[in-house]
């Protein structure tokens, strides 16, 4: 029987995209990572630029990857540590199926 895991997703600010990359690498070496520029869109114009307020679009890097489930809690522990403050948004879903076709 096959371990439950988990698809974790951070948004993040193109600014931290190195010390991201980094990061995952030595956290995540096992499993790899995948990042892709993204918009996000919300309410809050706090850190906005001029031009984020009037398009409503604020430019970041969103980075995602697997993590078995008894990772996880040092995982996003780690997270934490390295870049508290720093305003990533991130979410955890369980993973139903993946492969490879």
Do not use: C
């Amino acid at each position: 029987m096959s371990s439950k895991e988990y698809l974790v997703t951070l948004n993040i600010p193109p600014s931290l995209e190195e010390m991201m990359v980094d990061s995952l690498l030595m956290l995540e070496a096992e499993h790899g990572f995948s990042s892709f520029p993204v918009n996000a869109h919300h309410h809050v114009n706090k850190g906005l630029s001029l031009a984020e307020q009037v398009t409503g679009r604020q430019k970041r890097i969103r980075f995602q990857m697997y993590v078995p489930e008894q990772e996880l809690p040092a995982f996003l522990e780690q997270l934490r540590q390295d870049f508290s403050g720093s305003g990533i948004q991130y979410w955890v879903l369980p993973v139903i199926e993946k492969g490879v076709i």
